[in-house]
């Protein structure tokens, strides 16, 4: 037909015009395919938009890009409106953003499938860019961005899973979407998967949530510290210790803190401190609490000061020094510990 051949022929012209890089008249040609029925044309002035938006080849005009993603949009291009949406809630020119405009456009591109504008619309209702967060429709969205394969929506549906806020709290399925998220490889997948593990660990060691499963928290905080998180066994530590009357977490608080202070942590090396002096998890030995204060105390650990002024004060496991006492107990006081504050108050008459 005639119209077939006008059609090859605007096509064919609006690529020459990309190949010479003569901009403008490759869109008027493209936009005379794109309105004969060719959708092909209607990306072409999208990738023309997307040059004009970051000056790849194309003089920087973000107005120009923002012409052609809505001409590619308006012949029903996909890709056009994600973009139009993304450049509208970012502000054309480094002006205000159009929320309402973006809004519309991200819908659009949502409703022809697209990942990624699905995930920009759950970030836009988990951020209240529409006036209040909608955490609701926020999981809406990333849930259908992650069933769509969109791995930062799987991280966000994941911690939605885990915090329990807008769905069911459920750790299982937590876990399971951050991990298909952390498997795209990037930064932020490794990260959230790692803070997920060592926070995840102490819920299965209290059981307070999630049904106790010492394994599984033994192992989540292997996997954390494996992962780069050096205070996963230190917070783990500190779960079982809050536990101390349960069969057995004396002992996995202690060996936890053993862990942690391999990783050269001083506030790992005060909690063994206390395991000693307390007889936590370990036959009490009040000489190698005082060890580990005095280690933690010269790390600048707060609690570490003021248990190696305490030990100072009664000559517990060292030889008394009030002087040596107080000089531990201004050093903790001064950096927050609030038993410090009250015994130099009470015992000394000194006020920080």
Known sequence: MPSDRMLEYYY??????VHMENWDEAVVYFRKAANMGAMEAAREICAVGRR??????????????????????????????????????????????????????????????????????GRMYDE????????????????????????????????FYAQGTSVA???????????????????DGRATLRAFLSIAATEYASGEDVPADDEKALAMADEAEALGNPE???????TYRGRVSRS??????????LRADRQGLPRARAALGLCWEAGIGTPADIEKAVACYRSAAEAGEPFAMARLGYAYE???????????????LIKAALRGDKGAVHTLKEDYNYTV
Not at 12 to 17: K, P, R, S, T, V
Not at 179 to 187: D, N, P, S
Not at 248 to 257: I, P, S
């Open 169 to 187: 709290k459920d750790l299982r399925a937590a876990e399971d979407w951050i991990r298909k998220g952390a498997a795209a490889g990037t930064e």
């Open 248 to 257: 057995g977490h004396g002992e996995r608080a202690f060996q936890c803190f």
């Open 12 to 17: 064919a012209m609006g690529q020459d015009a």
């Open 52 to 121: 004009f938006e970051t000056g790849s080849g194309a003089p920087l005009d973000e107005e120009k890009a923002r012409l052609c993603y809505e001409a590619a949009a308006g012949y029903g291009d996909s890709d056009a409106c994600l973009l139009l949406g993304k450049l509208y809630f970012r502000g054309l020119k480094g002006g205000r953003p159009n929320v309402r405009k973006a809004r519309k456009n991200f819908e659009r591109a949502s409703d022809a499938g697209s990942a990624e504008a699905a995930a920009c619309l």
């Open 314 to 328: 009664k000559g517990e496991g060292i030889e008394q020094d009030e002087h040596l006492a107080m000089s531990w």
């Open 128 to 159: 209240g860019a529409f006036g209040r967060v909608n955490p609701d429709k926020a999981f809406q969205y990333y849930r259908l961005a992650a069933d769509r394969g969109w791995s930062d929506a799987m991280l966000m549906c994941g911690l």
């Open 232 to 238: 996963a066994f230190l917070l783990l530590g500190e």
